[in-house]
């Protein structure tokens, strides 16, 4: 059985709640056939964040990792292609740090590509009538951050692991959300086995 790691955010700014905690909750009570499915909510916190989730990784040792947040400006799920090394904030998190033009990780490289198979995942979602799009950028701000801090201790720790985010449209209605994560989920595990035939 593949273990995948899920991992959301809670409530940050000026969202009551966190649409990609709620997806992320129910899709762990529905469950995935064939997956042995950890789901962690992460702090909307700067390095509290990375901390949790690379604590978790280290903690469950799953095949895969899927990160979720939400854009306020997209109308599509989006999987990531890549994280950045850079922490530039446009608001505060929710401990009230702002950094600016800071590195995620002092003297990691300028950026990971994620190891999910981002193109499989949007033909998936479009199949079962989800909007979705290869994004090239997570931005500056918590998602990108988790992104690129787990993508350095996965390339630092050398562990056999798949991971990389995907975001969700903060307005996207709940339905329509969870059916194509789960629609996501169902593509990187079809894929992640495929490369241990």
Not at 179 to 185: E, L, N, P
């Amino acid at each position: 059985m593949t273990r995948l790691l899920l991992s959301s955010f809670d409530p940050f700014g000026a969202h009551a709640t966190n649409l990609s905690s709620v997806v992320a909750r129910r899709i762990w009570e529905e469950g995935i056939d064939g997956v042995d499915l950890v789901s962690i909510e992460l702090p909307t916190v700067r390095f509290a964040a990375s901390a949790m989730l690379i604590d978790a990784f280290d903690r469950t040792r799953p095949d895969i990792v899927v990160m979720l947040g939400i854009a306020d400006s997209r109308g599509q799920i989006t999987p990531e292609r890549v994280a950045i090394n850079v922490d530039d904030y446009r608001i505060p998190d929710n401990a009230g740090n702002q950094p600016v033009d800071e590195p995620v990780v002092s003297g990691g490289p300028a950026a990971y590509i994620a190891t999910l198979p981002v193109k499989r995942i949007v033909e998936r979602l479009l199949e079962v009538s989800v909007p979705a799009a290869v994004s090239n950028s997570a931005g500056t701000f918590l998602c990108n951050h988790v992104s690129y801090a787990l993508l350095h201790h996965i390339e630092r720790t050398g562990a056999p692991c798949q991971a990389g985010f995907i975001h969700i449209p903060a307005d996207m209605p709940l339905a329509l959300a969870v059916r194509g994560v789960q629609a996501a989920i169902e593509a990187i595990v079809e894929w992640h086995q495929g490369l241990d035939d």
